[in-house]
Structure formats: structure tokens, C-alpha cells
């Protein structure tokens, strides 16, 4: 049963364009999200994350949305460049403040920006 | 953020041999790092999580005896795959939680190509 669904394998976007990034999930349990960044042949990169009380987090150019009645969550990145096409994976943790490190990975959803 | 380093990047060796592979936290201290696999276009599979100082705990369908994890201090995990065979192949990748503002994150090191002849 996979607690956490990234139901778009791909996403092609016009450079400038925004590019909206979406992740269901299905644990309540779960507190603490997560999204990654990640280039063929290299390890995930963190960049950016959401707790669950809040709905919206912004660093520069990414937002994460939050809405926990809907359990999805969304990446928005604005205005893209090139240098954002690559796979982005969603995670989410549960008992986040209790200690536990252990994330649960959604399968990614490669983008391509498109010059 | 935070750096985490895999050593080594690359390695191709025969079957039957075994292959250690590094993960270190280089700007912190990390009690708890985990392992993935990645196969060709697939996400991240996690086979175990390494604990200072205590066994690992591995997932379900991951050979404890075939992927030896040591996690002997605070800054380095290694996994030691034993009489590596070619299905073996695969990128491998740690990760080290740090735990930052009350939450927790992992950190991922650049990963570890293993090609098993």
C-alpha cells in the first residue's frame, strides 16, 4: 500500500513558467513533509519542507502547499529554469517531533523544463 | 543544510568478492543513517537503518547477512555487501538525519555505483 503517491511519472513546463509539482498521501499520522530534488547518478538533494501546522512555506523561488483535509500536498516552483529539470520526490514523516528520521518516498515525478 | 559523502563514487568488482562503501557526515553529527537502493528508473528503495552504537534494522526482503551495516560512530555507517553477485548491481545511497528547528531531515550522500561482474 503506498502511504505516500506521486501519480504524475513527468511534467514538461516552458522555461519562466510555473511548475506545480503534486503528492497525495494517505497517513494521517504522517506530520512533517518533505521534498527532494534529485539528478541522474547523484543523491537526493533536500529543498524545502512543510510541518503540518502550517500550510505554506516559501524559499525563493519554491512554495510548498499544504492541505491536510485533502492530504496533498503541492511544489510550486516560479518561475522554472532549465536547471530545474530533474526528478522530484515527496516524503513524509510521521512522529517527526518524537524523534523518528524515517521518511516515506513517493516515486518521484521527473521534470523537464523546456528552454 | 548539511554534507554527507559516500566513498567510494564508482566501483566495479567481480562476483564473489565483497565491496565496502563510506558514508560519512561531514559538518554533524548523525545517531541515525539510513541505506537505499535505487534501480534503474524507480525510486528509492530503503534497506536498512543504521543506529550508533546498535544493529540496524532492516526492511522486509533485505538479507542482513548479505548487506553488513555498522554504524560504529557518530559520523560513519558502512554497508559491506558480501559476495557481491551481478542482480547486486545498482546505485546505492546514504542518507544522515539531523535534526534542525524541532524537525528532522535526511541528508543524502551523492551515492555509490556498484557494478558486480
Known amino acids: 500500500d503506498q502511504q505516500v503517491k506521486q501519480n504524475s511519472p513527468s511534467l514538461s513546463v516552458q522555461e519562466g513558467r510555473i511548475s506545480i509539482l503534486n503528492c497525495d498521501y494517505t497517513?494521517?499520522?504522517?506530520?512533517?513533509f518533505l521534498w527532494y530534488k534529485k539528478y541522474p547518478a547523484e543523491g537526493p538533494t533536500f529543498l524545502i519542507s512543510?510541518?503540518?501546522?502550517?500550510d505554506k512555506n516559501e524559499d525563493g523561488r519554491f512554495t510548498v502547499f499544504l492541505n491536510k483535509s485533502a492530504k496533498h500536498l503541492s511544489l510550486h516552483i516560479v518561475p522554472s529554469q532549465p536547471g530545474d529539470s530533474a526528478v522530484y520526490f515527496c516524503?513524509?514523516?510521521?512522529?517527526?517531533?518524537?524523534?523518528?528520521?524515517?521518511?516515506?518516498f513517493g516515486k518521484g515525478t521527473k521534470l523537464s523544463v523546456i528552454p | 543544510g548539511a554534507v554527507v559523502s559516500q566513498h567510494p563514487s564508482r566501483v566495479i568488482c567481480k562476483s564473489g568478492t565483497s565491496v565496502k562503501i563510506e558514508c560519512r557526515s561531514l559538518?554533524?553529527?548523525?545517531?541515525?543513517m539510513f541505506w537505499y537502493r535505487q534501480f534503474p528508473k524507480q525510486s528509492l528503495m530503503l534497506m536498512a537503518t543504521?543506529?550508533?552504537?546498535?544493529?540496524?534494522?532492516?526492511e522486509q526482503g533485505v538479507e542482513k547477512d548479505k548487506f553488513l551495516i555498522n554504524h560504529a560512530s557518530l559520523t560513519l555507517s558502512t554497508l559491506t555487501v558480501t559476495s557481491a553477485h551481478p542482480e547486486d548491481s545498482s546505485f546505492y545511497i546514504c542518507?544522515?538525519?539531523?535534526?534542525?528547528?524541532?524537525?528532522?531531515?535526511?541528508?543524502f550522500g551523492p551515492g555509490t555505483r556498484l557494478t558486480v561482474l
Open positions: 542518507s544522515a538525519g539531523k535534526r534542525e528547528r524541532g524537525t528532522n531531515t535526511q541528508y
Open positions: 497517513n494521517s499520522m504522517f506530520d512533517y
Open positions: 512543510i510541518s503540518s501546522i502550517k
Open positions: 516524503a513524509a514523516s510521521a512522529d517527526s517531533g518524537a524523534g523518528s528520521y524515517q521518511l516515506t
Open positions: 559538518d554533524f553529527q548523525a545517531t541515525t
Open positions: 543504521s543506529n550508533e552504537g546498535s544493529k540496524a534494522t532492516y
